[in-house]
């Protein structure tokens, strides 16, 4: 059955990195895109972009540009999610989502919960 | 960006009950290819969403026939038949036709 095993809870400084990961059993790692959502606190799903395995290209939502940078590893079915500059905005449980076809989200991970504070 | 707008914000149901969820956009979801990327999900409390129909009106896989989504351009509905308990928590539409895709902002759904 498809996994999607993300990376453990984060306590970030402000400006600082982090690096999420997101590795998937189950399914043809290389043949589905590789979405990555955001929800903050008590709000809803924002879509912050999508990384296609099998050849590297992305597509990210402009609102991340400069803030999310993703990246996959063919070798081990794991997609990666650096943000950077982190701020307090920042904090938020950070998905990853498997889709066949980019349009839509079929399996999901359990989510990492990122906090941002001093 | 498209905006998703959701109706309505809370739903309050009956064990067996039928209820519906609207969900406008402010642009069509007709994309270029024909497909109308428009799909549904649930998030109950303490999990991650689970995508429930895609494609306007398809089933994913395991999903309920109690279930069903319709609608075309700017309007959809879900509609959830005979509701049980593991139906509870935030109903989410989400399009994936323009860049960047965006969601609505939750239906909350509860137990009368």
């Known amino acids: 059955q498809v996994q999607l095993q993300q990376s453990g809870t984060e306590l970030v400084k402000p400006a600082s990195s982090v690096k ?3 590795k998937a059993s189950g399914y043809t790692f290389t043949s589905n895109y590789m979405h990555w959502i955001r929800q903050q606190p008590g709000n809803g ?15 990210y939502n402009q609102k991340f540009d400069g803030k999310a ?6 070798s081990s079915s794991t997609a990666y999610m650096q943000l950077s500059s982190l701020t307090s905005e920042d904090s938020a449980v950070y998905f990853c989502a498997s889709g066949y076809n980019s349009g839509y989200f079929d399996y999901w991970g359990q989510g990492v919960m990122v906090t941002v504070s001093s | 960006d498209v905006v998703m707008t959701q109706t309505p914000v809370s739903l309050s149901v009956s064990l067996g009950g039928q209820v519906s969820i609207s969900c406008r956009s402010s642009q069509s979801l007709v994309h270029n290819n024909g497909n109308t990327y428009l799909s549904w999900y649930l998030q109950k409390p303490g999990q991650s969403p689970q995508l429930l129909i895609y494609k306007v009106s398809n089933r994913f896989s395991g999903i309920s026939d109690r279930f069903s989504g319709s609608g075309s351009g700017t309007d959809f509905t879900l509609k959830i038949s005979r509701v049980e308990p593991d139906d509870l ?6 399009q994936g036709t323009q860049y960047p895709y965006t969601f609505g902002a939750g239906t909350k759904l509860e137990l009368k």
């Open chain 1, 69 to 74: 940078t993703l990246t996959a590893d063919k």
């Open chain 2, 89 to 94: 928590g935030v109903y989410y539409c989400g």
């Open chain 1, 45 to 59: 799903l924002e879509w912050i972009g999508w990384i296609y395995p099998g050849n590297g290209n992305t597509k």
């Open chain 1, 20 to 22: 999420i990961s997101c």
